[in-house]
């Protein structure tokens, strides 16, 4: 057993993400076996992630705020603090902060064999496409 140090937070890149974004890496593979991956993300006001999907799925446990979820169908979830949605593997999909409000989720997934096709990111987030129901 060993504690691991913590990482600095980091600021996520703009080309993946709409606004301020912030990540602290909970949890990540140190040894071949490991694939589990756990970030707490934090939104700012009316921050989002592009449009992404994951190659083993994700599962998203807002913590504080209200999140939303979009899909390419057109349909945008509200998430409460304390409630947890699964996107299945290779579901495009993009989540954030409401408009108005700070917004805080562990972001949980199983890395895939080869790291950098673990998510796929795509395109920004369309004005249109961001809204609460």
Do not use: C
Request: aromatic residues 8%; glycine residues 8%; without cysteine.
């Amino acid at each position: 057993m060993q504690i691991q140090p913590k990482p600095a937070t980091i600021k996520n890149p703009a080309e993946q993400f709409t606004g301020d974004v912030y990540l602290d890496l909970l949890a990540a593979p140190q040894q071949d076996g490991q694939h589990m991956v756990v970030a707490k993300v934090r939104f700012l006001p009316g921050a989002r992630t592009a449009w992404h999907s994951h190659a083993n799925g994700q599962t998203l446990h807002v913590t504080e705020g209200a999140a939303l979820m979009g899909t390419r169908d057109g349909a945008v979830l509200v998430v409460q603090p304390g409630q947890t949605v699964y996107t299945p593997p290779g579901e495009e999909h993009w989540h954030g902060a409401t408009p108005d409000d700070y917004m805080e989720h562990l972001a949980m997934f199983e890395q895939a064999d080869d790291p950098a096709t673990s998510t796929t990111w795509l395109e920004h987030v369309a004005e249109a496409d961001y809204h609460r129901p």
